[in-house]
């Protein structure tokens, strides 16, 4: 079975710090990763995808994938309340497979 | 742009009967996903179509069902409801292109409540 794992939290952190999310994954053959945010009641919105290893940065946020130690970060700096939503890790299996393998999600709480 | 439309909304039914829900995707997006979601089992896979056909299953039961148009709309089944088939019900559609990875852009869902 062919996973993707995240810690369900809650994590919380105040306002300002940075929060640090984490995701592993079973299947060595994935090759990238998306970083998703849904608030409560609403769908999930898409926030970064990551396809190499290393960082990747897009304004407060940055995604990091170690595909040797099968694991896919997102940072999140100068943590806002408005952050507060819970975070989906996603993956695709290797190959041609457009399945996208969800994890529970992290949810996480920013707080003034 | 517009993004993915599903519709409805909300939906009340009762134990035995069937539902029908709909989605339209981004215009020139090909694919279409649908999952269940629910608190306890977050995001789950039921299908994907692309081009009229379902490319993907997930682990459901045989009463649940889909299609897709040749506008790319798409429509999933639900026959014989269970009181655990109450959860939101999303659908993402993608803009398929070479290569295996390709980000999903979500509709609102529909909220599936059985009684």
């Known amino acids: 079975q062919k996973e993707v794992e995240q810690n369900s939290g809650p994590l919380s952190v105040p306002e300002g710090a940075i929060a640090s999310l984490n995701c592993t994954y079973s299947d060595r053959g994935s090759q990238s990763f998306f970083w998703y945010r849904q608030y409560s009641g609403k769908s999930p919105e898409l926030i970064m995808f990551i396809y190499s290893n290393g960082d990747k940065e897009d304004g407060r946020f940055t995604a990091q994938l170690n595909k040797a130690s099968q694991y896919v970060s997102l940072l999140i700096r100068d943590s806002q309340p408005s952050d507060s939503a819970t975070y989906l890790c996603?993956?695709?299996?290797?190959?041609?497979?457009?399945?996208?393998?969800w994890g529970l999600g992290t949810s996480l709480a920013v707080n003034p | 742009k517009a993004g993915v439309t599903q519709t409805p909304r909300y939906l009340i039914k009762t134990r035995g009967q069937q539902v029908t829900l709909s989605c339209s995707p981004i215009s020139g997006h090909r694919s279409v996903s649908w999952y269940q979601q629910t608190p306890g089992q977050g995001l789950q896979f039921l299908f994907e179509y692309f081009s009229e056909t379902q490319r993907n299953k997930g682990n459901f039961p045989g009463r649940f069902s889909g299609r897709q148009f040749s506008n790319s709309r798409s429509e999933m089944n639900v026959s014989t409801l269970e009181l655990g088939d109450s959860a939101l019900y999303l659908c993402?559609?993608?803009?398929?292109?070479?290569?295996?990875?390709?980000?999903?852009?979500f509709g609102q869902g529909t909220r599936l409540t059985v009684v």
């Open positions: 993402a559609s993608s803009f398929t292109k070479r290569g295996p990875d390709t980000e999903a852009f």
């Open positions: 996603a993956g695709p299996p290797g190959g041609n497979n457009r399945k996208l393998i």
